[in-house]
């Protein structure tokens, strides 16, 4: 019950924000892709909604992009068909492992929805190691954020010109 409130809140700031950013009010339709990613039927934005306990997080644009929020884990856990080997270390080797690994996978899963793929992306691929404590990086040709706010962990992913990303969407 709990995860359907919060998607339920989650729509309803897509809602909110369709009609500050866009002036959009007339009742959505939504596709999904062959992956599950929802997108709109009519209108020319792309979105991407999140949701965790005491949280949720909505991405709203005019390219690709892909959110995520989370909890902090509290025992990590480093599938190698997920994290790059650098990643792996990194989050084995951090004096606080589990803060390390929940910023790696809301950067990961974020990226994995820009794809519109999810999980099936590739992502042991994209290492963001070296770029973990920064707030804003580019990646191959994509644009992340992440950071944490009121004890949650959010990420942010499109694929735009970081300029123009830090101007509109920060």
């Known amino acids: 019950m709990k995860d359907k409130k919060l ?3 989650a729509y309803l700031v897509l809602i909110y924000g369709l009609k500050k950013e866009y ?3 007339k009742k959505q339709e939504f596709y999904t892709n062959c992956y599950g990613k929802p997108f709109p039927v009519l209108e020319n934005y792309s979105f991407n909604i999140s949701h ?5 997080m909505c991405s709203l644009g005019m ?3 892909g959110c995520d929020i989370e909890s902090c884990v509290e025992k990590p856990f ?7 080997k650098n990643e792996i270390n990194l989050v084995r080797n951090a004096t606080n492992p589990s803060f390390a690994f929940t910023r790696l996978w809301t950067l990961k899963e974020a990226w994995a929805k820009c794809d519109g793929l999810g999980l099936l992306s590739d992502l042991s691929m994209m290492d963001f190691s070296e770029n973990i404590e920064k707030r804003i990086f580019e990646y191959k040709g994509r644009c992340l954020s992440s950071g944490i706010c009121k004890g949650l962990f959010w990420a942010f992913c499109i694929k735009e010109d970081k300029k123009e990303t830090k101007e509109n969407y920060y």
Do not use: C, Q
């Not at 480093?78 to 790059?84: D, V």
């Open 7 to 9: 998607s339920v809140l």
């Open 52 to 56: 965790t306990e005491g949280g949720v």
């Open 78 to 84: 480093l599938p190698e068909n997920i994290f790059h």
């Open 63 to 65: 390219d690709d992009l």
């Open 23 to 25: 002036g959009i009010e």
